[in-house]
């Protein structure tokens, strides 16, 4: 039981270059999560997607796109990178609502360097 | 508006000693949960404890206990007997009603350093 996967762990881009960012998760949860953090911000939500076949915009989306590609796989893409994207990106994942207790369970990250 | 705040950027402790890490929340919805991770200095993300609003009683994890003092809008996480495995950064997080998603509201984070 793998948890949640992410990839690559560590990327040097350009300023322009693209990329994206994968993560999957094996525990059957229905609710997606991207953040990035920055030194002293703590984390915040880029997008989420609530269940297969949505996504919303979090509170920093400008820059980065999502697909939710199945109900394991949650990628982030960068269509042109920006220095200011340097940052340390975790993907999470949730269970649906029941009790509300359900806690987010993390990625181990990727760190983002952009030039 | 910031929803979560935590106002101490770094503390020491010395070990088997009790810490308090600090956090104040601001939220109008009467239903919502409160969580604490923490970060150690490999990266991950580790779930440490829970607060729903309307639990009675005050949350205990292990060493890890919450103050939840609704009133005051706070959840202080409490670490009893500290150890030297306990340094890291902790992050006190915030969920608020969603119908069908569970956003998380992210403080800023407290680095706990612990001393032998």
């Known amino acids: 039981n793998a948890g949640v996967t992410q990839t690559p762990k560590f990327q040097v881009l350009k300023t322009g270059q693209s990329m994206t960012l994968q993560c999957a998760q094996d525990m059957n949860h229905n609710s997606m999560y991207w953040y990035r953090q920055d030194p002293g911000m703590g984390l915040r939500l880029i997008y989420y997607?609530?269940?297969?076949?949505?996504?919303d915009k979090g509170e920093v989306p400008n820059g980065y796109n999502v697909s939710r590609l199945n109900k394991r796989e949650f990628s982030l893409r960068l269509e042109s990178a920006a220095p200011s994207q340097t940052s340390v990106y975790f993907c999470?994942?949730?269970?649906?609502?029941?009790?509300?207790?359900?806690?987010?369970?993390f990625g181990p990250g990727t760190r983002l360097l952009v030039l | 508006a910031q929803k979560i705040t935590q106002t101490q950027p770094g503390m020491f402790v010395q070990e088997k000693e009790a810490v308090t890490l600090d956090c104040t929340y601001d939220t109008s919805d009467p239903s919502y949960g409160l969580f604490w991770y923490k970060q150690p200095s490999s990266g991950e993300m580790i779930f440490l404890i829970y607060?729903?609003?309307?639990?009675?009683q005050n949350a205990t994890e292990g060493r890890y206990s919450l103050n939840f003092q609704k009133a005051r809008k706070s959840a202080n996480l409490v670490i009893s007997a500290s150890q030297l495995g306990d340094s890291a950064m902790y992050f006190c997080a915030m969920r608020e009603v969603g119908f069908n998603d569970y956003k998380l509201s992210f403080g800023a984070g407290t680095t706990v350093t612990v001393r032998a």
């Open positions: 997607s609530a269940s297969e076949g949505t996504t």
């Open positions: 607060q729903g609003s309307y639990d009675q």
């Open positions: 999470a994942s949730s269970p649906s609502r029941t009790s509300g207790k359900e806690t987010q369970y």
